[in-house]
């Protein structure tokens, strides 16, 4: 079957045929295989990707020896569920030996469950409701934080859920700041901060937009929750193992209370968790009625997933993968500033480590309001002629795109002589201006 067929059939059964709505395409495109940086669909075609499974693949696809590892490591075991695995404890032992805040660990399947757990802790801690969250920033599709993404430029400054069916009562008690704006934190702090239970922020905007928490934001972060005994979390879902063992945190010096991590640990198998200080992880052990946390999952800690983890943190760093990964990283985004340079265009490239984003804006933006003044469809067609050209790139508008361990510099030098090219093409169409 072909491409089209298979989208028409899957959509007689799947609602829309996409089993997660953010891979939807242009055109549907049904992928049949994956090796190191490149997917292949069932009409033959081969594209090389920059997507890297939303930031869960970092050794590259289908990665031989990472395979052979997870098969190893869990042979002779499959879900049991009752008891405990070695297996469990191996990896808890790693994440807590590298990542900064981790004086405790529990295993989950995916980053929204890793979320929801730890706004659900924090709430226990505290004896508290509100939470706090960024603008733009994406924490997973549960209720307590399923508000203000992609918020459209005229809804800013409203709560705005993202999907219909999202219960009121918990949208109520998440307020929404702007990045970056310690002010306007500061502020919120002083006069709330003993009513709210836990601040989550991506430490590095990767859903949208690809700009850091600025040094004085972070520490204002810090010091204000502290200050108001309120839980800190970092949601390290796109930064934690993909830029470092520790961590965004291990990196900028932040040790948050709670940390949510998942995607890059495992390789792209089903693994996510949640990680902190003892004194409040401990509320997922044995506590008196009324005071324990519940945590549980059938799939929580599978064997083969747990077994991904192990294997994807020793070969990162027998590879020296990070070195690596940041090396890619700036290949690109200094080849696409050069591409930039000579069409002549006002555009911003952006990103950190193997993330790397194109923003068709003069200035570099450090918040969601400053950067959803761009055109939407310019960055969708920008995204769609690359597509045509071979170089699959996250579908949305304002999204980021991902390198693993299995491009080499002909992929990137590749894609910014397409970028290039596409750029110009732009400018040709007259949907964009050259200087
Ligand atoms: N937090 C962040 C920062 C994420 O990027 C994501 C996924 N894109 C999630 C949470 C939710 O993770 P999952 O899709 O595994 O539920």
Redesign the pocket.
Known sequence: MKNQQIGERNARYIPGGYS?Q?RRLKDPIAFVSAKGSRVTDAEGRTFTDHNSA???IILGHCHDEHMRRVAELSRGIDQIGLGMTTLEGDLAELVCTHVPSAERVNFC???????FHAIRLARAATGRRYIVKFQG?????HDY?AVNFVTPRADLGKITPFSAGTLDLATEATLVLTFNDVAGFKALMRERGHEIAAVII?PVM??VGGFAANDAFLKTLREESSRSGTVLIF?????GFRHALGGYQSLCGITPDLT?F??AIANGY?L?GVCGREDIMRRLGPMPTGEGVFFGGTYNAFPPSVAAGIATISLLKELDGYTRLFALGDRMRHGLAGAIERTGIQARVAGFGSIWMLHFIERDPHSYEELVIQDADLDMRFRAMMLDRGHLLAPQALRRMTLNLAHTEADIDATVAAAEEVLSELVRMQLLESA
């Open positions: 997660s953010a939303f930031g869960a399947c995916s980053g929204t469950e890793a979320t920033a994406y924490h997973g599709w934080v991506e990767h859903n949601d390290e879902i796109i930064t949510t998942g995607k089903p996510a």
